[in-house]
């Protein structure tokens, strides 16, 4: 079985300040590890996505995750916050089963990220 | 590239009247198609995944069901809904078969029931 936690239900830091927003998970295998984001009344876009190969993932908008197996954590992290960030973050797992079928993905509950002018 | 349409974008009904939810991929064939639901203040909630046409597993128990008419349409559908059934629904596509298997999403659709 497979989980994921996000640490924080909300994280507010100011305009130009850096973002870390927790993860950790579980899982019975390697798992593949993804940040999505969520605008109000939106879809979920794909952050960034880690999937064994380098341990520090870049993603898009400036974002980036450091997969640390012995923490179990994927922590995403932005150098310097912008107002366009504020939206919610979720983190997920994925692990392809031995059958090898369609598995769905494990999401965490989220973190609203609020940036403050 | 790939794209993924769903409609309507905002949707209210009274309860005990039937839905239908509509979702289409283009630019790739023979997706795995998903649908969620994400509650006000919840996760997302796997509802229904679709290996191929016809072919559809349900992750929960629910009065809603899912058809895969064709390759790349995804249909949520009830005939009598509650006001339970209210919230925010995805669509999402995936490759077949990969082991990472990132999932991309639709816009959404929001349903209130009254």
């Known amino acids: 079985a497979q989980s994921v936690t996000q640490l924080d239900s909300h994280v507010s830091v100011s305009e130009g300040t850096p973002v870390l927003l927790r993860c950790n998970y579980s899982?019975?295998?390697?798992?593949?590890l993804f940040w999505y984001v969520q605008h109000p009344n939106k879809g979920l876009q794909l952050l960034l996505k880690?999937?064994?190969?380098?341990?520090l993932v870049k993603g898009i908008n400036g974002f980036e995750a450091e997969f640390k197996k012995s923490e179990t954590s994927f922590h995403l992290t932005k150098p310097s916050a912008h107002m366009s960030d504020a939206a919610e973050y979720f983190c997920?797992?994925?692990?392809?089963?031995?059958?090898?079928?369609?598995?769905?993905?494990?999401f965490g509950k989220g973190t609203h990220l609020i940036i403050q002018p | 590239s790939q794209t993924i349409h769903q409609w309507p974008a905002t949707l209210v009904q009274p309860v005990g009247s039937p839905l239908s939810l509509e979702c289409t991929v283009e630019?790739?064939?023979?997706?795995?198609l998903y649908w969620y639901r994400q509650a006000a203040g919840r996760g997302l909630q796997l509802l229904f995944y679709?290996?191929?046409?016809?072919?559809i597993s349900s992750e929960v128990p629910q009065n809603l069901s899912a058809s895969r008419p064709q390759d790349r349409q995804f249909i949520l559908s009830s005939k009598k809904l509650l006001l339970s059934d209210s919230g925010f629904y995805l669509c999402?596509?995936?490759?077949?078969?990969?082991?990472?298997?990132?999932?991309?999403f639709g816009p959404g659709t929001r349903l209130t029931v009254l």
């Open positions: 999402a596509w995936s490759v077949q078969a990969g082991r990472a298997d990132t999932q991309y």
């Open positions: 899982s019975s295998y390697s798992p593949s």
């Open positions: 880690y999937t064994s190969a380098a341990t």
């Open positions: 997920v797992v994925s692990v392809t089963s031995i059958g090898g079928g369609a598995d769905g993905l494990t």
């Open positions: 630019g790739t064939s023979n997706p795995n």
């Open positions: 679709s290996v191929g046409i016809g072919q």
